[in-house]
Every structure is written in structure tokens, then in C-alpha cells.
């Protein structure tokens, strides 16, 4: 029975044709049409036959130059059908947007490594060799046609304030995949697993998915950043594992599995900093044997070796050093001043205000991110950004008097444009 339905589809065309030729048959002799009366019929319309057959050979010949051109489009991998008939993704959805995150699905399997790296290296200050090394493997893994397990799992180890975490979200946005923030320290106990992975049925919760698994499902292209991975629980962990091998996460309120395998992970840890920074600056130009020390300094720091062992590179992140830290602070108070509704004028941060900031930072050590020491210049120029923004204003210098750091009001309209900038 199998073998006789594929036999019939062949022979369907065929047998199309003999049902009109036995309808024919069956209308002329109902309407009791001789074959005298056809005949003069097809002489009377004798006149028109090349005019038909000349029809039929061009709609034959547009047939066979359609499928030629079809094949084409096809093996491109996308068939653009345009014609006189409605297509139904126009008429029912946005059939452009679909046919953009067709392209960028495209894209994303050859990206251009050069390009990645220097978009990070713009945003993510005092890591270039990081950024270079993060573009190259990303390039080589997204490449790969037939894969089991996800994109990457990629650590960032470094002191805290270094950018870890803001490069994977730079990441997620160069890459134009939606990002997943989990903060770990979230997750020590043991319950915390239900979070991320749902309740098993019989539980509170178990009618709806995890974060993690739920995310996935609608969005298996995401970037997964888990922050300060070592203060997970050792159940969480477990759970993790399974997808960094087999490639799936498993929804504990249906059994469900859910694919991991388009997903990046990217874990950070700020533990045994010292020893990683030390193998940072004697290896730099020996990646294979930083990578093999970076691993045992963290399974002396308590790091479980089963998770080591599944991650595919460890990125050491190097301490903010110089005019980095300058930069960093700028920046920081430049998305500072932009959260109040204002703008800072173009060289309006005082260098001696950043001078301090560098000076403080070298005076507490890898202790102190330059975030947290513009933190400290919120606390002082707040309340003059909060009368600045009453006032109507638009602009601000930060400027640093008798009575420490201060915003002062600018008139904008005698003050170059300065283009907005995402940091």
C-alpha cells in the first residue's frame, strides 16, 4: 500500500486528462451534440487555433523559465514568489521582518570577526586582546553546521568592575540576540533550581516554566549571562551541566526538553583574581598554556572541576590600569548624568575631577571598581542635577570646587551639538 499511493501521484496528470476527455464524452451526449455539429463547430473556430497554440507554447515557456529561476532563488535559500495572487504572508503578518530575521539567521552563521571584535574594543575599555580572542571563536563556532551542544561557554574570570559583565551584554546587543541576566548570587540554595528550571508537577509553580527553560523555548538564540557562577548551588549547577554536554535544558514541570544548542553562555567569577592576573601578564602571548594554568588556579580557588571542564575558554579579564580608569569613570558619569534627563557638555568633566578618581582607585587597589568611585561623585553632584533638571537645563559641566564636585548649568545654545553616545 505504501509503494501505491507514490505510483498514483505519478500517474495523476495522466488520469486528469482522461477524466476531461470522459467528461467531454458525457456533456456532449448530454446536451445530444452529433459529430456533424462538432465538426462545423471546430471549423468555425479554425481561425483562432494558432492564436491558442501560440498562447500555450509562451505560458509553457514563462512555466520552464518560473522553475529555472525557482531553483535558483531556492538553493539561495529564500524563494521571493511575486504576482498577480496575494501572498498569504502579506496579507497575514509582516512578511519583510520575516524575511530580515531569515537574512540575520543567515548572517549569524558567518559573522565577521574583525568587525565584532572592534565594535567591543570601542565599548569595552582596557580589553582588546579579550575581545579579539571572544570575535575569533565566536566566528569558528557560529560556522559549524552540525553541532550538540551550545554556540559557547565561555567564562570571564577578572577582578569585579573590569567589564566582564558589560561585554556580554555588548555582545548580545552586536550580535542581535536577546539577553538573559541571571545574577547567581540569586541561586545558593538548592530550591533556587525551581527558578530557572521549573517545579516539578505537584508544586507551587509547576503550571509554568522556568526563566531559563521558558526563555530558551521562545527565544533559543539568546545570550544566557550567568553572573558570579561560583555561588550557585551545587544542584543548579548540575542542571547546567546536562546542557553544556547534550546541548538541552529539561523543564521540570512537563519533562519537557528544550534545545540549547543556538544559545552563548557566558559565565563570570570573580574569584582567585590575584592568580589570574599574574597568568594574564606572564602568558598573554601563550594562550594555550594561560588557559591550562588559568584552569587549575580556579580548581585550587574551589571551582568544581566538572563545570571547568565544559567550559570551551577562559577569558581573563585584566585590572583597569592608567588612563582606563579614566575612561571608565568618564563614561560612568556620563551614563550617570543621562539617567537625570541631561547632557554633559562636550570636555566638561574637570581632568582634575578624573585625576582624583585615578589616585583613588591606585590608592584602594583591585578592591575598587572605577564604577563604584563614580558612584561616589553621585552622591555629590545629585542634588545640583536634580535643581539643574528643575530649572529647564539641558547641559551640565562637572566642575570641582572649595566645596568639592559640583554640575554646573550650561547654555546649551552657545555650546557645539554633541552627538549622543552608547556606551
Keep these: 500500500m505504501k509503494g501505491l499511493i507514490p505510483m498514483l501521484n505519478r500517474f495523476m496528470p495522466v488520469m486528469m486528462v482522461i477524466f476531461l476527455i470522459l467528461a467531454s464524452i458525457q456533456a456532449a451526449v448530454s446536451l445530444h451534440l452529433s459529430l456533424a455539429t462538432l465538426d462545423h463547430f471546430m471549423k468555425w473556430c479554425s481561425p483562432l487555433w494558432p492564436v491558442l497554440a501560440g498562447a500555450g507554447a509562451f505560458f509553457t515557456l514563462m512555466g520552464l523559465l518560473f522553475e529555472v529561476r525557482s531553483e535558483k532563488l531556492a538553493r539561495k535559500g529564500l524563494l521571493r514568489r511575486r504576482g498577480w495572487m496575494m501572498d498569504v504572508l502579506a496579507r497575514l503578518t509582516n512578511r519583510q521582518a520575516l524575511e530580515e530575521l531569515m537574512a540575520r539567521e543567515q548572517r549569524d552563521s558567518a559573522i565577521d570577526a574583525e568587525e565584532l571584535a572592534a565594535n567591543l574594543r570601542a565599548r569595552v575599555i582596557g580589553q582588546d586582546q579579550v575581545c579579539e580572542d571572544m570575535a575569533s571563536q565566536l566566528r569558528r563556532r557560529l560556522a559549524l553546521q552540525v553541532r ?144 591550562a594554568e588559568s584552569v587549575e588556579a580556579l580548581r585550587q580557588a574551589g571551582f568544581a572541576p566538572e563545570v571547568l571542564n565544559r567550559i570551551d575558554r577562559i577569558f581573563v579579564f585584566r585590572p583597569l590600569r592608567g588612563l582606563d580608569i579614566a575612561r571608565v569613570a568618564a563614561l560612568e558619569i556620563e551614563t550617570m548624568i543621562e539617567s537625570y534627563g541631561l547632557a554633559i557638555e562636550p570636555g566638561g568633566i574637570e581632568p582634575s575631577i578624573l585625576f582624583d578618581v585615578m589616585r583613588r582607585q591606585n590608592r584602594l587597589g583591585d578592591g575598587a571598581s572605577a564604577r563604584d568611585l563614580a558612584r561616589s561623585i553621585e552622591d555629590m553632584v545629585s542634588e545640583s542635577l536634580i535643581v539643574a533638571r528643575q530649572q529647564g537645563a539641558k547641559m551640565v559641566r562637572i566642575t570641582q570646587t572649595e566645596d568639592g564636585v559640583t554640575a554646573q548649568v550650561v547654555n546649551d545654545s552657545l555650546s557645539p551639538t554633541r552627538p549622543h553616545l552608547t556606551a
Excluded: C
Excluded at 181 to 195: L, N, P, V, Y
Excluded at 261 to 266: E, R, Y
Design 148 to 291: 550538540g551542544k551550545p554556540v559557547g561557554i565561555f567564562l570571564l574570570a577578572g577582578p569585579p568592575g573590569t567589564g566582564k559583565t558589560y561585554l556580554a551584554k555588548q555582545l548580545a546587543r552586536q550580535l542581535d540576540r536577546p539577553l538573559m541576566h541571571f545574577d547567581m548570587t540569586q541561586m545558593a540554595s538548592a530550591h533556587a533550581a525551581t527558578q530557572l528550571f521549573g517545579s516539578p508537577k505537584g508544586y507551587v509553580g509547576s503550571d509554568t516554566y522556568g526563566k531559563l527553560t521558558g526563555g530558551l523555548k521562545e527565544k533559543p538564540d539568546s545570550v544566557v549571562l550567568l553572573d558570579e557562577i561560583e555561588k550557585a548551588h551545587p544542584d543548579v549547577f548540575k542542571q547546567f551541566l546536562v546542557a553544556w554536554n547534550d546541548g538541552y535544558v529539561t523543564e521540570a514541570s512537563t519533562g519537557a526538553h528544550v534545545s540549547a544548542t543556538q544559545a552563548i553562555f557566558i559565565l563570570t567569577s570573580n574569584i582567585a583574581t590575584e592568580a589570574l592576573t599574574d597568568i594574564a601578564n606572564r602568558l598573554g602571548d601563550d594562550p594555550d598554556r594561560m588557559r
